[in-house]
């Protein structure tokens, strides 16, 4: 497993929520991708899956495991994957030292 990309311990734990919470559970995990779009150039996508890609990177552990592909790997070098529960609400934020610039509300990054 590479490091270049962390998941926080309370990423993790929600993580493993998400996924206790499903009816079948057997092999999910937690897509974390970069595609092109948002109002800054790029967006994270987040959902859960059970597909496994031959250039996905697996992050995490079993119960809270995070999949990456090798095209959303480069854009996430170095980031950490969080999970905030403020006043505001809740939601997986990406703490990312490549993006130059994001959107309010964390969804969307610009590179410098």
């Known amino acids: 497993m590479s490091e270049t990309f962390r998941i926080s311990p309370s990423a993790s734990a929600r993580i493993a929520e998400i996924i206790k919470a499903q009816d079948n559970k ?7 991708a970069v595609n092109a779009g948002g109002c800054n ?27 990456v592909d090798s095209a959303s790997l480069p854009l996430l070098e ?9 006043l505001m609400g809740a939601h997986f934020i990406v703490h990312n030292p490549n993006a130059a610039s994001s959107c309010g509300c964390g969804s969307s990054f610009s590179l410098g």
């Open 26 to 32: 057997e092999g999910l995990a937690l897509r974390v």
């Open 41 to 67: 150039g790029f967006q994270y996508q987040f959902k859960l899956e059970r597909d496994r890609r031959e250039d996905d990177t697996i992050f995490g552990q079993e119960h809270a495991a995070v999949l």
């Open 78 to 86: 170095g980031a950490e994957l969080d999970f905030v529960d403020k």
